[in-house]
């Protein structure tokens, strides 16, 4: 199983920017998606969760800001990243719980992929 993140990029303040990850393998099923993000000398930190029903969590700095989406069908999680400001810059991590073809559950991470934000 591993999960695949489009590339980030660098923006200027206030624009979009939109992230995509696809989970692939021998998966069963999957629970839980979401994004961290780690800026340089910091810990990384929840961005985004949401369930595979739908219920979605943000961290505060990005509420009303950022929007997660799941495709269940295609195995895929996105964020939209609108109106982004410089501390927003950070390496961005997708994650998965993913049980797999025998059943076992565990945590999966996508590659990390840079977003700059220039002010």
């Known amino acids: 199983v591993q999960l695949q993140a489009s590339e980030g990029g660098l923006v200027q303040s206030g624009g979009s920017l939109r992230l995509s990850c696809a989970a692939s393998?021998?998966?069963?099923?999957?629970?839980?998606m979401g994004w961290y993000r780690q800026a340089p000398g910091k810990q990384r930190d929840l961005v985004a969760t949401i369930s595979r029903g739908g219920n979605t969590a943000y961290a505060d700095s990005v509420k009303g800001r950022f929007t997660i989406s799941r495709d269940n069908a295609k195995n895929t999680v996105d964020l939209q990243m609108n109106n982004l400001k410089p501390d927003d810059t950070a390496v961005y991590y997708c994650?998965?719980?993913?049980?797999?073809?025998?059943?076992?559950?565990?945590?999966?991470w996508g590659q990390g992929t840079q977003v700059t934000v220039s002010s």
């Open positions: 393998g021998s998966i069963f099923n999957i629970g839980g």
């Open positions: 994650y998965a719980r993913i049980a797999t073809a025998d059943r076992i559950w565990d945590d999966y």
